[in-house]
């Protein structure tokens, strides 16, 4: 089992910073591959972001390339996602996820929500403009 919340969540202005951090508990965290989702209202729940259990592979959604950054730290059970030049349609609720599958290269079971068996409860990210 694993149990995750993230926090770090608020409001920004267009074009500033935010670091959200999922702090999950279990000691397997360093297996599982870690996700980050969102999901605006009104709209279903979209992929952001994920990492491998080692960090040596990252995958990102087309429209947060190159201001978003995922990482973990194992130490911590800690994953964070670090999101710069924001925009008001970054605004969401962020969700935390993971499972025990493998990240490999070549797959793609990670950019769905049902890819996944463990959630965390979200966190608002809210950027105006």
């Known amino acids: 089992q694993v149990q995750l919340v993230e926090s770090g969540g608020g409001l920004v202005q267009a074009g500033g910073s935010l670091t959200l951090s999922c702090a999950a508990s279990?000691?397997?965290?360093?297996?599982?591959?870690m996700g980050w989702f969102r999901q605006a209202p009104g709209k279903e729940r979209a992929f952001v972001a994920a990492l491998s259990w080692s960090g040596g592979i990252t995958r990102y959604a087309d429209s947060v390339k190159g201001r978003f950054t995922i990482s973990r730290d194992n130490a911590k059970n800690t994953v964070y996602l670090q999101m710069n030049s924001l925009k008001p349609e970054d605004t969401a609720v962020y969700f935390c996820?993971?499972?025990?599958?493998?990240?490999?290269?070549?797959?793609?079971?990670?950019?769905?929500?049902?890819?996944?068996?463990?959630w965390g409860q979200g966190t608002q990210v809210t950027v105006s403009s």
């Open positions: 996820a993971a499972d025990a599958t493998f990240l490999r290269i070549g797959s793609s079971w990670y950019e769905v929500p049902e890819g996944y068996d463990y």
């Open positions: 279990g000691r397997t965290f360093s297996s599982y591959t």
